[in-house]
Each structure stands twice: as structure tokens, then as C-alpha cells.
């Protein structure tokens, strides 16, 4: 009888014509996952199973799959051959020996001799004749003995199920470009994004040496983070130092924020279109401060023309996002206290309805204005991101 662990997949989306694209993204990530793990994987029809492992790595094993994008949950259980008596044995091994408990049976083998309720009853039967101080509660039972009867001539075993990360396997939906701060936000939303299938990189705007290298270093770690869940990330710093002076010596201050902002997105869509990224991803909540009321992210927007600007986030209160990257596990470093770009030249009253024909005129103002955004893209520092 060997320890398994049994994956669960996101049925749905394997419904559809798609089947197969999907299912050999899946596949890839979770080998990529386990790859430093020594185990066997098998990859059957809606549900993949890990063996052969050492029990001291079950633990790590599930922790590792509850990041993949796909895996819907998983459970921790014990395989055997599927005949009632080895099936019987191993239950008797699993059960509790008091409590109220009820038998699930999931029979994909359709040639097992005994039908779903038959080898239920049999074997709840058996558990209640084993342990006399058991008995059987099917609608709030304390334990559940789940039954698993798969086409590979085995049976498992399980009680737990873990949650998994839900979603689309990372890849199945192109490839967007994070504008990744080191603040609460822009981690979170590239989480949520990859959560539906975006493969992401990062574009991160320091103002060196305003800002410090330890801020670089919070981001750095905080991609590190995300690739536990996103596969690949390659991040890009870029030095937004002069065009932040610039702003800073030629525009009216209650406009800084909102040119920063679009010069930011400007730069961004430049990357994009050079890099062949499908979309820019920020972590925008509408209302959550002056830059982001719907005057503003509609200004700011009109830089990027067709890319489109997602914003995972827009609905979200901030106590929200909070719990989501406590979860996830950047808030610890998002809550350091490095100033990014952002903070250190933050005026007093930046405007909460600014308008186009003014961020326009604001950014002529601004002398060599393209020549600056062309330097930025110039000199985009790729930086390698660790996993964690
Ligand atoms: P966050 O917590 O993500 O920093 P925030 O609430 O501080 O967000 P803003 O500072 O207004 O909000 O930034 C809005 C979005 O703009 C961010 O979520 C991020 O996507 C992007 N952004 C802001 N600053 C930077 C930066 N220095 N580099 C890259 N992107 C940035
Ligand atoms: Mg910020």
C-alpha cells in the first residue's frame, strides 16, 4: 500500500475543444513544480496522482501544488489494488475508530464488479462490525472514508482535501507586462491575472537615488514571491529618476502625479510594443486615492490606445487586497518601509479631476520629453528573480 497524492483538476475548462492545450500546460507546470521533488506523477483523465515519494516530502509536495494555477484541490491518501478485500483492509487502516463517518465512492474503473452504493455499503458494513463505537452519519459525518476507483487498476483512499490555487494553468493566456511597485497592490493584481492563465513579467520604476537599493531589492523579492505561483518572471527596473526631476522642475504641482502616472504607462506600452506583450496590468483601485478616481485612470489610460490597461483590482476595497496578499505572502515585504518613486515626490494636493487637455499641455511644458522615455527604454536593467 503506497502513499499517494491525488490532484484535482478544474473540470470545466477541460470540457471544452481546448482540452488538450490546456491539460499539457497543466502538466508541464506541475512537472516544472516538482521537479526537485523525487516522486512518479501519472496523468490520467481529470485527475493526476504523485507517488513513490518519501513521506517526509508529502507535505512539501501538496504545499508546491497548492500554487499551480489548475489544480483545483488535492488530497493526501493511500493507494491499494482494487479488490473489495485489499480495498476493505486499507479502509479499516484509515478510519477513525469512533466518530460518526459515511463512505464516498468514485468508481472511473466501470469494470470494478461491485456498483458506487454496493462497495459504499460494504464497506461502511465492514467499519461499523471493525470499531463498535463508530456509526454512520451520511449528512454530517466527522470523518469521510473517499474511495477512488481508477482506470490504472488501482485504488485510493483519502480523507482530506486541500485547497488548491483554482484557476487556468499560467501560459493559457498569453503574456502580460506587471508594473510592479513595492506596494500592496501591483503584486495582487499579478497574482489574480496569472491566476487566469497570464504568463507575467514586471516592469518596476525606481527613482534612484532618491529611492534606495534596498527598495530595488523589496521588488526583487517580491517577484520572487509571485514566481512561486507564475512561473518565469522576468523583471525590469527602470530608472525613472530624470523624467521624475523633470516633472518635478516643470509641472504645475497638483498635476505631478497624474503626468508620472501616464509618462509611467507611456513607457510601459513602449516596452510592451518592443517585447510583444498582450496587455499592461497595474494595481488600480478605483477611488483608493487621488490617481486612481475615474477622471484619472481615464487620462492615464488614454496613453496606452489599444493595449489594454488591466485592472484585476478595481473593485476591491483595501482591507480586500490586504487579506489577498497576506494569502498570497507579500504583504511582509509590500509593508517595508523603503519610499518608492511615488512617495518621495508626492505633492500636497494632486488633483483628483484632472482633465487631458492638461496633462498635455503639463507634458510639453517638459523639454526632450521623448528623448527621456527613450531612455528609459534604453537602459532597462533585466534583473534575475531568484525563487523563493
Ligand atoms: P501599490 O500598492 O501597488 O503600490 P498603490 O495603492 O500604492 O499601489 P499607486 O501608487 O497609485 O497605488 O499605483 C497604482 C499602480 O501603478 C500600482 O498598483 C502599480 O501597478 C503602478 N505603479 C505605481 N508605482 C510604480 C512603480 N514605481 N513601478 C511600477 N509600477 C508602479
Ligand atoms: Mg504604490
Sequence with gaps: MDNVILIRIGELWLKGKNRVFFENLLVKNIKEKLADVECKLYFGRNRYVVSD????????????????????????GRKTRADFESIRTLAEQCAKTEGSFRVNVNRADKTFPLSSPELAGGLGAALLQRHKNLRVDLHNPDFVINVDIREDGGAYIFSDRYPGAGGMPVGSAGRGLLLLSG???????????????????????HSYPYTSADAKEKVR??????????GRIRLYNAAFTKIQEAINGFCDGA????????LMLRAAKGLAEKNGYSCLINGESLGQVASQT??????????????????????????????????IGTYGLSVLPFEDCCTVFLPKNPVTKPTLARCEAEERKIPGLDGLIGDVLNNLEVVKVDSV
Excluded: W
Design 53 to 76: 515519494y518519501a513521506a517526509a516530502d508529502e507535505n512539501i509536495i501538496v504545499k508546491k501544488l497548492q500554487t499551480v494555477f489548475g489544480v483545483t484541490s488535492l488530497s493526501a
Design 183 to 205: 506596494g500592496i497592490d501591483s503584486p495582487v493584481a499579478g497574482y489574480m491575472t496569472a491566476k487566469r492563465g497570464m504568463a507575467i513579467d514586471a516592469l518596476h520604476f
Design 221 to 230: 523579492k517580491l517577484a520572487a514571491v509571485l514566481q512561486n505561483y507564475c
Design 255 to 262: 498635476y505631478t502625479v497624474t503626468v508620472m502616472r501616464r
Design 294 to 327: 475615474i477622471q484619472s485612470i481615464t487620462v492615464t489610460n488614454a496613453v496606452a490606445g489599444v493595449l489594454p490597461v488591466l485592472r484585476p483590482l478595481i473593485g476591491m476595497d483595501k482591507s480586500e487586497i490586504t487579506d489577498a496578499a497576506r494569502k
